[in-house]
């Protein structure tokens, strides 16, 4: 998992964090989701490492906003499909998480400076909690799935 890495009284180090195999779970979906998502880590990590700018933070809130739209949408749609028994937990979960980077847009929007840092950790935490937690309990419950047929 990713470890904040320090409390942020300094900047982090600007190197990507790098694709672990402990990040997979097996699932052509989920692994390429996970990928995608420490890509928009990685990126905004930069981005407050070296001092973020307009055009970078417009890119990550651009990526976001594609993330949500094709892996958490497809995501939802597939574990309906499933009956799946935490779905309305995850959607829960997936809505929380849309309503926050739209707080951060908004404030990024307005003229607002110093979130980068509040983001950057929110997004970490996200992976941590849902995509290594959650995530994997829905891959799990696809597998068992797939395998009692």
């Given at each position: ?82 009956n799946y028994d935490r ?63």
């Open positions: 998992m990713i470890i904040i890495e320090a409390i942020m009284t300094k900047k982090p180090d600007p190197n990507p964090y790098p694709w672990k195999k402990e990040y997979e779970v097996n699932n052509e979906m989920y692994d390429e989701q996970t990928h995608k998502f420490l890509g928009i880590i990685n990126l905004m990590k930069a981005l407050v490492a070296d001092g973020p700018d307009k055009t970078g933070i417009s890119e990550v809130f651009f990526r976001l906003v594609h993330y949500f739209d094709r892996y958490m949408m497809q995501e939802e749609i597939y574990l309906k499909e499933l779905l309305e937990r995850h959607i829960k979960v997936h809505r929380e998480f849309a309503d926050r980077i739209i707080s951060f847009r908004e404030g990024f929007e307005n003229g607002e400076t110093g979130f980068e840092v509040e983001m950057y950790e929110y997004l970490e935490h996200f992976f941590d909690d849902h995509m290594m937690i959650d995530n994997r309990r829905a891959a799990n419950f696809i597998k068992e799935h797939k395998d009692s047929k």
